[in-house]
């Protein structure tokens, strides 16, 4: 049982390249969520999702695209990358319909913008 | 829309004293609130968590208390040992169903000394 995996684990680019955070999850989970972690910041909600092609903005969308076309993919793309979205990128998933239950977090995304 | 502070973001505790972390939230509406740990290098994973119903819950030597009036929590880890050693977040979740979102704390660092 692979869980949730992200990828890629750690990758580099420059100012003005689009990047896309890829996240895949195995559990038929309906809600996947995106967070950034900064240090001084915890977790911040970039975008989450409900279901397949249901998506919605979190506390920090500016600068992200997510799409969410499959149930276990749900994608974050950075479409034009500046240095202050040098981060670590958790995506998570959940099986609950309700708002609580547990989020399974993968095991992150380190970026860096040039 | 909602926001959680978290204090403090550091704390060094005596190996066998108790630590506490604190918690406030600012939507009323907030209805659960889950604990994440996260040991260096890896991904947050829930410890405890409480629903607005309850004023304590208790899991061993880790306990989180609510205070829905003065809308804050609280994590209290008794006779701490090294393995305790981590960064905490706290957390709130408003919503139901499609509108379901969960909002994190900045983190505390626990240190536990020998």
């Known amino acids: 049982d692979a869980g949730i995996t992200q990828s890629p684990r750690y990758k580099i680019t420059e100012t003005g390249r689009q990047v896309t955070l890829m996240c895949h999850q195995t559990w038929s989970h309906s809600y996947m969520f995106w967070y950034r972690q900064d240090l001084g910041h915890g977790l911040r909600l970039i975008y989450y999702?409900?279901?397949?092609?249901?998506?919605d903005k979190g506390e920090v969308p500016d600068g992200y695209v997510v799409s969410r076309s499959k149930t276990e993919n749900f994608p974050l793309t950075l479409e034009s990358a500046t240095r202050s979205q040098t981060s670590v990128y958790f995506c998570?998933?959940?099986?609950?319909?309700?708002?609580?239950?547990?989020?399974?977090f993968g095991e992150g995304s380190r970026l860096t913008v040039l | 829309g909602e926001n959680v502070e978290q204090h403090p973001s550091t704390l060094s505790v005596q190996e066998g004293d108790s630590a506490v972390i604190k918690c406030t939230y600012s939507d009323s509406a907030s209805n659960y609130f889950p604990w994440y740990k996260q040991e260096l290098g890896k991904r947050p994973q829930l410890i405890i968590d409480?629903?607005?119903?309850?004023g304590e819950k208790k899991d061993q030597r880790i306990a989180v208390t609510l205070n829905k009036t003065a809308k804050h929590f609280s994590l209290h880890i008794t006779e701490t040992q090294p393995e305790d050693s981590a960064v905490y977040f706290c957390a709130a979740s408003i919503g139901y169903s499609s509108a379901s979102k969960i909002i994190f704390g900045s983190g505390t660092r626990l240190s536990i000394r020998p």
């Open positions: 998570a998933s959940r099986k609950t319909a309700t708002n609580t239950g547990e989020l399974f």
């Open positions: 409480i629903r607005s119903n309850v």
């Open positions: 999702s409900a279901a397949a092609d249901i998506t």
